[in-house]
């Protein structure tokens, strides 16, 4: 049973920092892609920063470049995203997904949920 499970959200004034959690069970780690995505009410979801959990490739909305990290401890089987310099249009909800490497692990601005295979329940980011 695949289950992500996200954590580290909250309130913080502009130009704050705050990182998120997503610890991974259920699957074979590193044969997998993970993104960070976000979501306002009433708008797509949209890509945040990807992974490619074999290889440690990354990649970044253009919005977030510069500010955002997302990295990994393969030990521990949890994916980061340290957010630094937060804008307040950074609010949002913040989710963590997983999807096996062939399917590709680039950030696209709106995201077509069932193109990732597994979505953890979120966590607010409130700027």
């Known amino acids: 049973h695949v289950q992500l499970v996200e954590s580290g959200g909250g309130s913080v004034q502009a ?6 959690s997503c610890a991974v069970s259920g ?10 995505f976000r979501q306002d009410p009433g708008k797509e979801r949209e890509g945040v920063a990807t992974i490619y959990l074999g290889g440690g490739s990354t990649y ?4 977030v470049k510069g500010r955002f990290a997302i990295s ?6 949890t994916v980061f995203l340290q957010m630094n310099n937060l804008k307040l249009e950074d609010t949002a909800m913040y989710y963590c997904a ?13 995201v077509h949920i069932p ?3 597994y979505w953890g329940q979120g966590t607010q980011v409130t700027v």
Not at 27 to 36: A, F, L, V
Not at 72 to 77: E, G, H, L
Request: glycine share 10%; hydrophobic share 30%.
């Open 60 to 63: 970044y909305a253009d919005s």
């Open 15 to 20: 130009g704050g920092s705050l990182r998120l």
């Open 98 to 110: 997983a999807r096996f490497w062939t399917r590709g692990c680039t950030v696209v601005q709106n």
């Open 27 to 36: 699957y074979s780690y590193s044969s997998y892609c993970m993104g960070w």
């Open 72 to 77: 990994q401890d393969a030990a521990k089987k």
């Open 115 to 117: 193109d990732w295979s």
